[in-house]
């Protein structure tokens, strides 16, 4: 395996670890949003905000990959 591609391997890694703590970080708002007494439909939406620009950067990511 050439240098190159460790590194690449290596930041796709780290990305990955980024997306998935950015995900769970998402979710602990939202159990505080609910503990604080905002309705559930309003916390989905807000996580449902918050999810896509991390699901579009995952998708970026994949893309970027297939290349």
């Known amino acids: 395996m050439s240098a190159k591609k460790r590194g690449q391997s290596a930041s796709q890694k780290a990305i990955a670890i980024l997306l998935t703590l ?3 970080l998402i979710g602990v708002s939202a159990e505080n949003l609910l503990q604080q007494g905002d309705s559930p439909i309003e916390v989905l939406m807000w996580m449902i905000n918050q999810l ?3 699901l ?6 994949r893309e970027k990959q297939k290349k």
């Open 22 to 24: 950015q995900i769970t």
């Open 52 to 54: 896509i620009p991390v």
């Open 56 to 61: 579009k950067q995952a998708d970026s990511l």
